[in-house]
């Protein structure tokens, strides 16, 4: 079991840049892990993920090429950079780390089995 600890969250003008990072209890080099992140009255989508070795990443389409997911597994912290942030950006961003069905690139919230208290990120106009 491993627990998730967010932080850097807060408040950036669009087009700006914020780094989040999420501090690992244990050591995680073994889990595959993702960033998810939901807005006020949305559901729960998908951000980044990243495979246990750092050798596959992976975006959703609406933060591709703007947002980077990376991790130390030496620190046992997950970080994701975000660049050019937009309003649409505001969120509450959860990091997780996946305990199902995880060789292979997933995007499935049900997959990821221990999740973080979020931290809050918000972009003003």
């Known amino acids: 079991q491993v627990q998730l600890v967010e932080s850097g969250g807060g408040l950036v003008q669009a087009g700006g840049s914020l780094r989040i990072s999420c501090a690992a209890s244990?050591?995680?080099?073994?889990?595959?892990m993702g960033w998810f992140r939901q807005a006020p009255g949305s559901e729960r989508e998908f951000v980044a993920y990243?495979?246990?070795?750092?050798?596959?990443?992976r975006y959703s389409d609406s933060v591709k090429g703007r947002f980077t997911i990376s991790r130390d597994n030496n620190k046992n912290t997950l970080y994701l950079q975000m660049d050019n942030l937009r309003p649409e950006d505001t969120a509450l961003y959860f990091c997780?780390?996946?305990?199902?069905?995880?060789?292979?690139?997933?995007?499935?919230?049900?997959?990821?089995?221990?999740w973080g208290q979020g931290t809050q990120v918000t972009v003003s106009t």
């Open positions: 244990s050591p995680f080099h073994n889990y595959v």
């Open positions: 990243i495979d246990a070795l750092q050798r596959d990443t």
């Open positions: 997780a780390a996946c305990v199902k069905e995880c060789m292979e690139f997933t995007r499935n919230l049900s997959h990821f089995g221990y």
